[in-house]
């Protein structure tokens, strides 16, 4: 199926590109040259009665990109991450996920109990506010043993190592790992929730304004630490925000929504330098400089 | 030595800009731009300001898109290929060394210069001491490798991105203006670093303003005038 608003790819449906022999660039990491893409969506809408919400979105994503989703409020960005994390049914369309036993798998119309595995296995969800996604009155190192013991880990201090790498590995210190997160500032908070999430190795993120209401200064070091995990486990990540700086910083790939249409998709660097769409082109040109 | 093929070939290259907020106006800024640089080739973009040498280097790299024509970097026609393919393109094999920094703050300059190769799965000792031999030749003092380079001069920024775009061999580079703001003996290594990516083999494509530097490490220069399309 073709994609109806992805811009770049009508600009070059003209020609393909000849490919370099197999293995000619080999890298050591994420490949983003497999055959199968890691998720591919088609015909995704969903409306609120006679309203739009997301209407006819497609895309693929390949194992190692962070595509971003950025757009006004009210433009269908989050509805659209909520139908393709499974926490909305959408009103038809498809999101295929590669499934590590059977290949390209439709989530929409698989089992519950199946969804809810990959939600807990290969899949996680970075809510912009972190009291979403953690259990407020469990440990630190608890809520993020909580996510190994879903998927059968019972060993109490295999858990706690595991926790306490984590943390390490968010910077937060292992002395703070029994207390609870209330006692944690925002941007602490928003760092548990990313450990707990990437705990179980998941292969792909979902985040919904993960740096929103944060202080800039935390914000460039979550930024960071975002970059870091991405590379270093190879993750794929969709990133919905209204900040056009964290995209340039943090996403190879860029969706620009408007009224619950994507209207135009692309390289971010080159959709926000070279924006061919009115929208996109407001949009860039309404940043304010500092 | 035997002729080879070009690595970048470019030919019958448009652009237009689409001013939708403005009347729908239309800007036709360059009209069957041609060019091909061999391995081992530096070609310098000459022609006034606004005659297009940067936006002739910005869709090389794949940030501007083209209207018409094709450009091949190796087996890739950015001007066709999918995001993915100019990612990895740009990852593996298409450096550039562009005029302004931009980087996750507070991100230390040794980490700054190392993640090319990072991102390529080199391992992380290596990177870094890749990226410190650097830092070391252009000059940024030791004691600020541990800092990020946003709070850095116009000259030290300018040095971080050039060690940015040579601490990976890349087979082809963009270099705008990469002696801009140097002092001479800064100028002397950036110029001995182009020298030394020709001999390896690597394409470059770059703009100087310094007509000193430019007849030194330029093979052939273009002037992208000619593909400037004379005002209507």
């Known amino acids: 199926m073709t994609r109806p608003y992805d811009i770049a790819t009508r600009h070059r449906a003209a020609g393909r590109i000849a490919r370099a022999p197999d293995g000619a660039m080999a890298a050591g990491q994420a490949d983003l040259t497999g055959t199968a893409p890691l998720l591919r969506v088609e015909g995704l809408t969903k409306r609120y009665g006679t309203r739009i919400g997301c209407a006819d979105v497609g895309f693929d994503l390949w194992p190692g990109e962070v595509m971003g989703i950025v757009g006004e409020s009210g433009s269908g960005k989050s509805t659209l991450l909520n139908c393709l994390a499974g926490h909305l049914p959408p009103d038809s369309g498809q999101v295929l996920f590669d499934t590590r036993t059977g290949g390209l798998k439709d989530t929409v119309t698989m089992s519950e109990p199946e969804r809810r595995m990959l939600g807990r296995t290969d899949w996680a969800f970075v809510h912009q506010h972190a009291r979403d996604g953690l259990r407020m009155n469990v440990s630190a190192g608890g809520n993020v043993g909580e996510r190994l013991m879903a998927v059968g880990a019972r060993h109490y201090g295999t858990i706690r190592e595991a926790a306490i790498d984590w943390l390490g590995r968010v910077e937060i210190g292992a002395d703070r790992v029994d207390d609870r997160p209330t006692a944690f500032s925002g941007g602490m908070q928003q760092r548990l929730q990313i450990a707990r999430n990437l705990v179980t190795g998941p292969r792909l993120v979902f985040m919904d304004e993960p740096t929103g209401g944060l202080d800039v200064s935390v914000q460039a070091r979550l930024l960071d630490l975002l970059r870091g995990l991405v590379r270093e486990m190879g993750l794929s990540a969709i990133i919905v925000t209204h900040d056009l700086a964290v995209v340039r910083l943090l996403a190879d790939r860029l969706m620009v929504m408007k009224d619950g249409h994507v209207v135009e998709s692309g390289l971010t660097d080159q959709v926000l330098d070279d924006p061919q769409h009115a929208y996109t082109q407001l949009l860039v040109s309404s940043v304010l400089q500092v | ?232």
């Open chain 2, 1 to 232: 030595m035997a002729v080879t093929e070009p690595f970048i070939d470019i030919s019958g290259l448009s652009k237009t800009f689409t001013l939708h907020n403005q009347g729908g106006a239309v800007i036709r800024v360059m009209d069957g731009a041609a060019l091909s640089v061999r391995p081992g080739e530096c070609v310098g973009l000459t022609g006034a300001s606004g005659s297009g040498k940067s936006t002739l280097m910005r869709m090389i790299y794949g940030n501007y898109l083209a209207a018409s024509g094709s450009i091949l970097v190796g087996r890739v026609d950015v001007a066709r290929a999918e995001p993915r393919e100019i990612i990895r393109l740009r990852r593996e094999v298409l450096g550039y060394v562009s005029q302004f920094l931009r980087v996750v703050p507070r991100v230390p300059t040794l980490d700054v210069v190392a993640e090319p190769l990072l991102t390529l799965g080199v391992a992380p000792d290596a990177a870094r001491h890749k990226a410190q031999t650097l830092l070391a030749r252009l000059n940024i003092p030791e004691r600020l490798w541990t800092l990020s380079p946003t709070t850095f001069s116009g000259g030290e920024q300018q040095r971080v991105n050039i060690a940015r775009g040579f601490v990976h061999d890349y087979p082809a580079l963009l270099l705008d203006e990469p002696t801009a703001s140097l002092d001479a003996q800064n100028r002397e290594t950036v110029l001995c670093l182009i020298e030394e990516a020709k001999a390896r083999g690597a394409a470059i494509v770059g703009i100087f303003h310094d007509e000193g530097a430019r007849n030194r490490v330029c093979d052939r220069v273009v002037d992208v005038t000619a593909y400037t399309p004379q005002a209507a």
